[in-house]
């Protein structure tokens, strides 16, 4: 996510967006003849000598480097591989090394500044020794998929792709591939540590390890040893590609400092790892954080061995104040360095507002309300103590989020992770901050005590609803939600008006003692004497009712405009602000792409304008562009296309996915990207153009789900490409139920209801019940994790299950599934979720409260859509195109339908037209062909 966020203030954008500066091409241009091609791809430039021989896999070379660095290190490799005449790219410029090279890259890309493309092993070597040479005394990051090559400490090797070979997986994004020596092409799979394909050897010592070598440095209890996060320690000077195979019992790993025995691991990143371990000379629980050489961390691009010195310093002054987590003692072990600190038993305040959150799990009795937020005052106290002590001391925190608080069972609060923390006016920490938390430092890159009471104002704000990241797109979101949910759970006026100033950037500070007396003052313990208003859900007037369509018209007028004036019809990489998975998949996708837009301008609106439609059909949807999906690929570009009165061209799509290799048997199953999605589109096709061919592909399909069923008693569950078994609507047996129930309408055939009932009573099994007695559903059947959460949305969780529900039970009239029916219910009748969008938002969960509402006539269920409707305006922004909302973690705009503007569109527009017995779903469903159970199936209806 990172490398989209910094390319545009308001919306995700590709960093090919981004023009590089001159550093890099400087050097280029004095080195290498103008005969040389030279083009860019993201953030690469590949340079390539006229008439080179292209090589298509084999030993490659990776040259490391910092953004401080890399200029003189492209300067002495650029005579080394012109001379050679061989293929090279380099990354564009020092901020592109800084991002590679940053926090939070991918482990197994980082360090990597210069590819070089050998044509032949001797011309491996050969390369490998000349730059060994040239480059000998610099210095750079350890490339974590790589062998260092011997006699250098930034030169490696690993065996790959040297040209571009593709496959699409199942939800759009290209999978790079080598080729076996059978001739088939598996993955080129890039780990963040050593391997290589049995069949490739390796240039030096044989067979290569296609494993992580075993880690001195982790006992065999560790369930990842750090040898996952870096290479295996070894002597200064010895070359990390000379490890030994294992034996076949390994011995005890030995222990790092000579002392601490890794258990198991808390965290991966390319910064480092974070483990547990246990000091052998004091029995105690320790936690180690790793810092690995020349990565860069933060807007300063520290050196993160550096920042972890500064951290431990920084610990070792607010030792004595109890509230931040001990240091224990700092060490080298290899080349990486190791903060030693005290164990804390505890949950981070953001797991455990989300957890024990009454809004969550819709527990609002004044009982459990006064409990919580008691409790919360208390925790709310010791951070407001942390912060005054910290500003004492002349030390600003820069960075305080709701994963750097722990607490304990005492609820005691530690702060952890000091690395943005610096001593004002005199250090600087790493410049990183939380979204949302500090304004004011994300624009300007510093921190100051402002800074941390804003961030104190976010952490109160999380307590009641988790949105601290929403002020990214607009700072007034988080405030307008707080003034709809003090309304809604009657919150006392002291904490709203507390809440907002410490928002407040340009207030003076505030003194220690009194904002300490504010929070100890907060009137909890009298605040609610009854429910509150949202639990007692009073009908609102005609007059209120009158204005939230008015609100909802112009909103829905807003959107509009907005994806008019936003869309650019100048690029090829997406027409509208999106969620950066638009530049990770294709720019057509209903979830993502240009179709999901179209299809809601057109359902909401009724026309889609010329150009965009034209915009969008210029684009390739064959084989090899789009999978054939129906929310990430051609089958719903089909769907859309059908929707917006151009049958012919969606039968053209659809007819164009015939033979596709995603569609094979042992391929994806669900909606989202897979059988049951394409199958539904098939059915629309089928339905609009009367085509037997696009039925006769349902059947096909369904018959393959069939034979693919893994059956247990009355349950049928369909594994995932990695063997887990996903639970709900957008990849589960929910959603291929839905499918099924829809072919069984149209031809009438008990085996196709059969399986669909299975495929339902799967999901409908793995519901558990919440602690507050909720029924609700994990993402996978086979997650034993006990800190993994409960889902309620639509693509996952009890929304989605719902959604099929529903329509099984009005196709057979089950009474046990009407039960099923008011058992899941209670779930989704909510007001509050963490985002607002459609696929995991509250708008999903309108949707499906809408359906119930059709399906049941409950004038309750209307509420409480409508209360849902309340909830998802407070998230409207408006900006000079119009109004948008934010998007995914709401980082950024975004006009799609799955985390969008066109998804949210779709349920406020039909909250308006909503009416018992109607079925005005219109997230892509086949309620049309579910004929009434008194009527033949197969009877087409038209109330589409």
């Known amino acids: 996510m990172v490398f989209y966020l910094g390319n ?35 953030y690469w430039l590949i340079s390539e000598p006229p008439g080179a021989d292209r090589v298509e896999q084999g030993w490659k070379l990776h040259v490391s480097a910092t953004s401080r660095s890399s200029a003189e290190i492209l300067r002495r490799a650029l005579p080394v591989l012109r001379d050679a005449g061989v293929r090279f790219k380099f990354l564009m410029d020092p901020a592109a090394v800084a991002e590679v090279n940053g926090k939070s890259a991918p482990r197994g890309s980082s360090g990597k500044f210069i590819t070089v493309y050998p044509p032949d092993p001797d011309g491996f070597h050969r390369i490998a020794r000349a730059l060994t040479e040239a480059l000998d005394g610099c210095d750079g990051p350890y490339i974590l998929s790589d062998r260092r090559y011997p006699g250098s400490r930034i030169v490696f090797y690993r065996y790959g792709a040297f040209t571009s ?15 076996a020596p059978d001739g088939s092409w598996v ?67 030995p222990l790092l400092d000579g002392r601490y025995s890794v258990t198991g691991t808390l965290a991966l990143g390319n910064r480092g790892g974070v483990y547990r371990a246990v000091d052998t000379r004091t029995g105690a629980d320790v936690v180690l954080r790793e810092a690995r050489p020349a990565v860069e961390v933060g807007l300063h691009r520290t050196e993160a061995v550096a920042l972890l010195h500064h951290e431990h310093r920084l610990l070792t002054e607010l030792a004595d104040t109890g509230l931040f987590v001990r240091p224990a003692g700092l060490f080298t072990a290899w080349e990486h360095s190791f903060l030693v600190e005290e164990f804390i038993d505890g949950v981070h305040l953001g797991r455990l507002s989300i957890g024990e959150n009454p809004l969550y799990d819709l527990d609002l009795t004044p009982e459990r309300l006064t409990a919580y937020y008691e ?9 407001a103590d ?29 702060i952890i992770d000091l690395e943005s923390a610096c001593h004002e006016g005199v250090d600087r920490g790493a410049g990183l901050g939380t979204p949302g938390m500090a304004p004011r430092r994300a624009a300007t890159g510093t921190v100051d005590r402002r800074a941390d009471y804003y961030a104190l104002g976010a952490v109160l704000l999380s307590g009641v609803l988790a949105c601290q990241l929403s002020d990214v797109v607009e700072h007034e979101v988080p405030l307008g939600l707080l003034d709809e949910l003090a309304a809604d759970l009657d919150l006392p006026a002291e904490f709203t008006a507390l809440v907002r100033d410490l928002y407040d950037e340009d207030a003076p500070l505030p003194d220690p003692d009194v904002l300490r007396g504010r929070i100890a003052g907060l009137p909890f313990a009298t605040a609610w004497r009854q429910p509150p208003p949202l639990v007692r859900r009073a009908a609102p007037g005609p007059e209120d009712a009158a204005e939230l369509r008015r609100r909802i018209r112009d909103v829905l007028r807003g959107v509009r405009d907005y994806a008019l004036g936003a869309a650019d019809t100048t690029r090829d990489d997406r027409l509208l602000p999106a969620d950066l998975l638009v530049f990770e998949t294709n720019p057509l996708s209903l979830a993502h792409g240009a179709y999901g837009s179209l299809y809601a301008l ?59 290799p995603l569609l094979a048997d042992e391929g994806d199953t669900g909606v989202l990207t897979g059988t049951a999605g394409h199958g539904m589109a098939c059915l629309r096709l089928w339905q609009d153009t009367g085509d037997p061919e696009f039925l006769d592909r349902a059947r096909a399909l369904a018959g393959g789900l069939a034979r693919t069923a893994r059956r247990e008693e009355d349950r049928a569950h369909w594994p995932d490409a990695e063997g887990r078994r996903p639970v709900g609507y957008g990849h589960g047996p929910s959603g291929v139920a839905m499918f099924l129930l829809a072919l069984h309408a149209v031809t009438g055939d008990p085996d196709t209801l059969a399986l669909g009932r299975a495929a339902l009573e799967h999901d409908l099994s793995r519901a558990e019940y919440a602690p507050s007695g909720l029924l609700s559903f994990q993402a996978y059947a086979d997650d034993r994790d006990a800190r993994t959460i409960l889902r309620h949305y639509w ?5 989605g299950i719902l959604t099929t529900l529903l329509r099984y039970w009005w196709r057979t009239g089950d009474e046990r599934l009407r039960k099923q029916v008011d058992r899941l219910l209670p779930d989704v009748r909510r007001k509050y979720t963490v985002f607002p969008q459609l696929f995991h938002g509250i708008s999903g969960l309108g949707d499906a409260l809408l359906d119930a509402y059709e399906f049941l006539g409950d004038p309750e269920l209307l509420g409480d859509a409508e209360r849902a409707a309340r909830a998802v305006l407070r998230w409207a922004v408006r900006r000079p195109e119009g109004v948008v909302f934010p998007g995914e973690q709401t980082l950024r ?14 349920f406020l527009s039909r909250f308006e037209h909503t009416v018992p017995g109607a079925r005005t779903n219109r997230n892509f469903l086949l309620d049309d062909l579910l004929a009434d159970p008194r009527r033949p199936p197969g009877e087409r209806r038209a109330d589409r």
Not at 190 to 211: E, H, L, V
Not at 893 to 906: H, N, R, Y
């Open 386 to 414: 942390a912060i005054a002590v910290c500003h004492e001391r002349g030390i600003v925190l820069g960075d305080l989020s709701l994963t750097n608080i722990l607490v304990t069972p005492e609820d005691r609060v530690r």
């Open 8 to 42: 545009h203030r308001r919306w995700f954008e590709d960093v090919t967006r981004r023009q590089p500066d001159a550093v890099h091409l400087r050097e280029y241009r004095a080195a290498v003849p103008a005969t040389w091609g030279l083009r860019r791809r993201g």
């Open 602 to 660: 057109h359902t909401v609106h009724g026309e889609v304008p010329g150009e965009l439609l034209a915009w969008a059909l210029r684009r390739p949807t064959g084989h090899t562009a789009m999978p054939p999906g129906l929310y990430y690929g051609s089958a719903g570009v089909a769907w859309a296309l059908s929707a917006m009165g151009h049958p012919a061209q969606a039968a053209r799509v659809l007819r164009d996915t015939a033979g596709h």
């Open 795 to 799: 693509d996952e969780g009890t929304a």
């Open 187 to 253: 993955p080129d799979v890039r780990t963040p540590y050593w391997g290589a394909p049995d069949w490739a050897g390796d240039p030096f010592d044989g067979p290569a390890r296609t494993t992580a070598p075993p880690a001195p440095t982790a006992s065999p209890a560790s369930t990842v040893s750090p040898a996952t996060a870096s290479p295996a320690p070894a002597s200064p000077g010895t070359p990390a590609a000379r490890e030994e195979p294992a034996p076949a019992e390994e011995p005890p790993a």
């Open 893 to 906: 705009e975004s006009a799609d339908l799955a985390t969008g503007s066109a998804g949210i569109a779709l």
């Open 375 to 383: 409790r919360l005052r208390a925790l709310w106290l010791q951070v």
């Open 165 to 179: 070979h593709f496959r699409l997986r199942a939800d759009g994004i290209k999978e790079l591939l080598i080729q």
